[in-house]
């Protein structure tokens, strides 16, 4: 079976900036592979290209069987990145954010409401305004979307950051879930115990660079 | 792409009835221009009745491009750009969407100053038809130009300065075309506007279709 990501010497640049100088990583469909790294690594750049958002300057790289030196457009509609911004408009409620987000993306906007209720953004916080919660609620919020919307490949940065305790849980959770459905997860945190558990691999990342080779998590 | 557009059309003007922004910031803003415009060249309505059609205008002018700002800074925060890109939204569908949206707020606001000129400057709104035409041909043109180049700014720090800088010289036919049109109208000759109306229309066919094949590319790019 084709594995979900491939990269081999992967290079990203923004302008003459190296964002990643060299990545190499092989991701199975239905694994969850932590990637980690001091800041400045590289792991949200490599996220982002695993998105088709970066494009890609050398190397390889296939995502779901696309090559994103021929084509990263392709890519975008079946994957979910969890970033450090929530993708969400601050004026529209919790459900239209939702709403508008599975439109967009060609899927029923029904499915908006077992995902807002597994995040707890039922009720009154369903019709609030989404200027109007905590980074917490916004971050559940972002993560109803991407529940929602359950890609092929889930591309999470930083997940757990502003949640609480609870939440956190949910999340691990929710990524086990994904998991079990044979969706592939990158997964970058620095909440090292907690990302460990929920890994099948690990992936370090130093200077733009992968270091050593994958470990797989015992 | 028509439900693309129909799509961010809905909801850039919903969040435009939330905000609030056109409303409450920028139909005051014209407002303003014109009041001013009316103070610095004096209460003699024999100066200020000739003078309207481009006052008008250049007032619409400078609102489109407040309002063309706020469309592309509600896709900046909080990263929903990199959200466009990944929803596998059709580019032209945004682009209609978008321009759509400012369409119908910049038309609003033309309503709304049409009575400011006529009360302020004694403007008589004869020709109804031509004004009407010119109105709706000119705002096509200078929205979809506005986000053309909002596209092209918005991925820059320097967006706020660089958006008037580009977007003012290119909509400068519109200027003069829409204020011709409704010169002729408001003169009570509004046959004579029809040139001018076919210009107006053809940069308006012209920038539309620019828009729907250029703005993906900038969406990547910019």
């Not at chain 1, 929602?148 to 502003?162: K, T, V, Y």
């Amino acid at each position: 079976m084709a594995p979900a990501v491939r990269l081999r010497e992967a290079v990203a640049l923004s302008g003459r900036f190296p964002l990643l100088a060299g990545v190499s990583l092989e991701v199975a469909a239905g694994e969850v592979a932590l990637v980690r790294g001091p800041n400045g690594a590289g792991k949200t750049s490599l996220l982002r290209l695993c998105a088709g958002l970066v494009p890609l300057h050398s190397g390889e790289a296939v995502v779901l069987g696309h090559d994103l030196a021929r084509d990263r457009w392709a890519v975008r509609r079946r994957v979910g990145l969890l970033g450090h911004h929530g993708f969400l408009y601050d004026e529209l409620t919790v459900e239209e954010n939702l709403r508008y987000s599975l439109r967009a993306a060609g899927i029923e906007p029904s499915a908006a409401i077992p995902a807002a209720a597994r995040l707890g953004l039922v009720g009154r916080l369903g019709a609030t305004q989404v200027g109007r919660l905590s980074a917490g609620q916004r971050r559940r919020t972002a993560l109803a979307v991407l529940v929602a919307r359950d890609p092929e490949l889930w591309l999470l940065d930083e997940p757990h950051a502003g949640l609480d305790q609870e939440a956190r849980d949910l999340l691990d959770g929710l990524v086990l879930d994904a998991r079990a459905r044979g969706r592939t997860i990158l997964l970058c945190s620095h909440e090292h115990e907690r990302a460990v558990a929920l890994s099948d691999r690990v992936v370090d990342l130093a200077g733009g660079r992968s270091v050593g080779e994958p470990a797989h998590v015992a | 792409m028509w439900h693309d557009a129909l799509l961010v059309a809905g909801k850039d003007l919903r969040i435009e009835l939330r905000s609030r922004v056109a409303l409450n910031q920028v139909v005051p803003f014209a407002a303003a221009v014109i009041l001013l415009f009316g103070l610095a060249l004096g209460p003699d309505r024999s100066v200020l009745a000739p003078a309207a059609a481009g006052l008008f205008w250049i007032a619409v002018l400078l609102s489109c491009v407040l309002a063309t700002q706020r469309s592309f800074s509600l896709e900046v925060a909080d990263g929903t750009r990199d959200s466009l890109r990944l929803s596998g939204l059709d580019p032209a569908g945004i682009f209609l969407g978008k321009t759509a949206a400012v369409i119908v707020q910049l038309l609003v606001l033309e309503a709304v100053l049409s009575v400011g000129v006529a009360i302020l400057y004694g403007a008589r709104l004869g020709g109804g038809a031509v004004l009407v035409a010119a109105c709706l041909a000119a705002t096509v043109g200078l929205a979809s130009v506005g986000i053309v180049y909002g596209a092209v700014a918005s991925g820059l720090r320097v967006r706020e300065t660089l958006l008037p800088l580009l977007f003012l010289p290119v909509a400068a036919p519109v200027l003069l075309g829409a204020t011709k049109a409704w010169d002729e109208a408001l003169s009570g000759s509004p046959s004579g506007g029809l040139g001018w109306l076919s210009l107006l229309a053809a940069f308006a066919v012209v920038y539309v279709a620019i828009g729907v094949v250029v703005f993906g590319p900038l969406l990547e790019d910019s």
